[in-house]
């Protein structure tokens, strides 16, 4: 089955600074990247996704990047505020199940 | 407006006291999952209905059960509960259907927190 790989596992940044998360998986038919955020005792919260026919998808400061070919896909968020503070998932999976495989997760810190 | 409803937000139990989560959905979505999530850790699939197609993964506890009577609901039964099932219950949705636009992206609600005393 798939296995996702999602580093670095706490990320500290400035506010203002970027931040960048990457995961690789493991299985070539993947063919879907979503990211979600998760608030502190809230549910996860699809912040933006990609799909395999596109390398790279923007909306306003956060952007996610996919190669296919080293199997790896990376969300950056650009002028980090206090407010991004949270735990991000990466998932991926196949266009014909319905079954996400998530990575570890990453617990992002945005000082003031 | 909440598009995936989950109630109680949170449900304290009793050790082997069986409980009920509830989950509503108003989008309509073909498919509903349940996921457990322990803290620090990623969700964790326990099972999920395509229509009342009822798909459960390999390693969820018989312990676990569900129930979808109508599109929008889907409970999840836990038997009897040990301290080890204290955790957050996510209920999520996608639209399903082979071919139609973003029929995988998945929408989650904002959990209901078990405590098992």
């Known amino acids: 089955g798939e296995n996702v790989e999602q580093h670095p596992s706490t990320l500290s940044v400035q506010e203002g600074d970027s931040a960048v998360i990457k995961c690789t998986y493991s299985d070539s038919a993947s063919n879907y990247f979503p990211w979600y955020k998760q608030e502190l005792g809230k549910g996860p919260q699809l912040i933006i996704d990609?799909?395999?026919?596109?390398g790279e998808k923007k909306d306003q400061r956060i952007a996610v990047t996919l190669n296919k070919t080293a199997k790896h896909f990376s969300l950056h968020i650009t002028e980090t505020q206090p407010e991004d503070s949270a735990v991000y998932f990466c998932?991926?999976?196949?266009?014909?199940?319905?079954?996400?495989?998530f990575g570890s997760g990453t617990k992002l810190n945005v000082k003031p | 407006d909440a598009m995936v409803i989950q109630n109680p937000r949170y449900q304290v139990t009793q050790f082997g006291k069986p409980v009920t989560l509830s989950c509503s959905q108003t989008?309509?979505?073909?498919?509903m999952y349940w996921y457990q999530q322990k803290s620090s850790q990623a969700p964790k699939l326990l099972f999920h209905y395509y229509d009342k197609d009822f798909n459960n993964e390999a390693d969820t506890p018989d312990n676990f059960q569900s129930r979808r009577p109508n599109t929008s609901f889907c409970f999840l039964d836990i038997r009897s509960p040990g301290l080890g099932d204290a955790a957050m219950y996510l209920c999520?949705?996608?639209?399903?259907?082979?071919?139609?636009?973003?029929?995988?992206?998945?929408?989650f609600g904002p959990g209901t927190r078990l405590l098992v005393l």
């Open positions: 999520a949705t996608s639209r399903g259907g082979a071919g139609l636009a973003d029929q995988e992206t998945q929408y």
């Open positions: 990609i799909r395999s026919n596109v």
């Open positions: 989008l309509n979505h073909n498919v």
């Open positions: 998932a991926a999976s196949t266009r014909n199940f319905n079954k996400f495989y």
